[in-house]
């Protein structure tokens, strides 16, 4: 489901969908289990960097999103931080929901 959901992003922003191989199945799948992102984080995380203008053309792949990954959670985190004009105090990285709350659409 996630291999697919960043394919249908990426035809969606007007690029040619990403053929969803081994490797595309592989990365997807060290996300959950190497990394113990759960699929509503990288879901979260397709959509914010797809929206992302600056994101959008770096993010074509899942190998590129996990490699990407902890860059796109601190920028999320730091784009919520000015949307609410505070400094939001720093967080156990052990507690990853914490963090990958802030992944979502600007």
Same mark, same amino acid.
């Given at each position: 489901r996630l291999c697919v959901h960043l394919a249908d992003r990426v035809e969606?922003?007007?690029?040619?969908?990403p053929r969803i191989g081994k490797t595309f199945r592989d990365a997807a799948r060290l996300m959950l289990d190497n990394d113990h992102r759960t699929?509503?984080?990288?879901? !979260?995380?397709? %959509?914010?960097c797809q929206d992302s203008e600056w994101w959008r053309p770096h993010?074509?792949?899942?190998?590129?999103?996990?490699?990407?990954?902890?860059?796109l959670r601190l920028q999320a985190a730091r784009e919520q931080t000015s949307q609410n004009g505070r400094h939001q105090p720093f967080q156990n990285p !052990?507690?990853? %929901?914490d963090y990958d709350g802030e992944l979502r659409a600007p």
């Open positions: 969606g922003n007007d690029s040619l969908r699929e509503a984080q990288i879901h !979260k995380a397709i %959509d914010w993010i074509m792949s899942m190998t590129k999103l996990r490699e990407k990954y902890d860059q !052990k507690n990853q %929901d």
